[in-house]
C-alpha cells in the first residue's frame, strides 16, 4: 500500500474526502484525520452523504485487507506475527473474526456490491450456500440484517417442515404505478406485499383459465 501522499501531508489535514463540484462553487474537501473528520462549514446533503458512503467503502475495506494481512502473517510468520499485531496496536480477538470470513472467501468470490458484514453473515454456510444467498441479497439489493432474516426465516421453515419459498426477480417499476398499488393495498386493509401478492395469484388464475377454456 502506497502511503507515500499520506505521509507526505500534516497529521492533522490527511486524505481528502473528494465530493463532486458544485457549479460555479469553489470545493473545499472533507480532510480526514487520525481522530477524526475536518469537515468545511456550510456543506451541502449530496456532498455530505458522499462522504459517508466513501467512508463505508474505506471501513468494509479495511475489514477485508486486515483479514488478508492476518492470513499471511499466520502462514508465512507463525513465530513472530503475534509480536507484529502487538507492535501495531491491533485487537487479535477482532483480527481473528477479519480473518476467518477472508479465509471462507477467496479473492474472486467476494462481491464488490455487498458488504464484509453480508460476507461474515453466511461464512459458516457451505460455499454453495454462502453463493446461493449472496446472489439473493445482489438481485433484492438486501441490507446484511435482511439477509440474516431471511437466512433465518428459511431455517426455521426447514426445521418445520414448512414449505419452500422462492424468490420474484427484483423489477423496476415507475414510482407512480407502486403508488397506485400501495393505495389500493391500503384500501383493501391489506399489507402491500400480501396485496401484491394476491394479485399475482388472481391473474394467474385468470390466466390460467382462460387458457384452459381456449384449449378445450
Not at 465530493?19 to 473545499?28: E, Y
Amino acid at each position: 500500500m502506497d502511503t507515500s501522499a499520506q505521509d507526505s501531508r500534516s497529521p492533522r489535514t490527511g486524505a481528502p474526502l473528494r465530493g463532486p463540484k458544485a457549479d460555479g462553487a469553489q470545493r473545499r474537501d472533507i480532510l480526514t484525520t487520525r481522530v477524526g473528520l475536518k469537515i468545511p462549514s456550510a456543506l451541502t446533503f449530496e456532498r455530505w452523504q458522499h462522504a459517508g458512503s466513501q467512508i463505508s467503502r474505506i471501513v468494509d475495506s479495511s475489514s477485508w485487507c486486515l483479514g488478508d494481512w492476518l492470513v499471511y502473517g499466520q502462514q508465512e510468520f507463525s513465530d513472530r506475527y503475534l509480536r507484529a499485531i502487538e507492535a501495531c496496536g491491533l485487537d487479535y480477538q477482532t483480527l481473528r473474526n477479519y480473518a476467518w470470513v477472508a479465509r471462507k472467501f477467496e479473492l474472486h468470490r467476494r462481491r464488490e456490491t455487498l458488504s464484509f458484514q453480508h460476507h461474515a453473515e453466511v461464512s459458516s454456510l457451505p460455499p454453495c450456500e454462502q453463493d446461493k444467498w449472496l446472489d439473493l441479497a445482489e438481485e433484492f439489493n438486501w441490507s446484511r440484517n435482511e439477509l440474516r432474516r431471511n437466512i433465518r426465516a428459511h431455517r426455521q421453515r426447514d426445521s418445520m417442515g414448512g414449505p419452500t419459498e422462492d424468490y420474484l426477480p427484483k423489477l423496476a417499476v415507475p414510482a407512480e404505478r407502486v403508488q397506485q398499488w400501495r393505495r389500493a393495498a391500503e384500501v383493501s386493509g391489506d399489507k402491500f406485499e400480501q396485496w401484491v401478492l394476491q394479485a399475482l395469484d388472481q391473474a394467474a388464475l385468470a390466466s390460467l383459465h382462460v387458457a384452459g377454456g381456449a384449449s378445450v
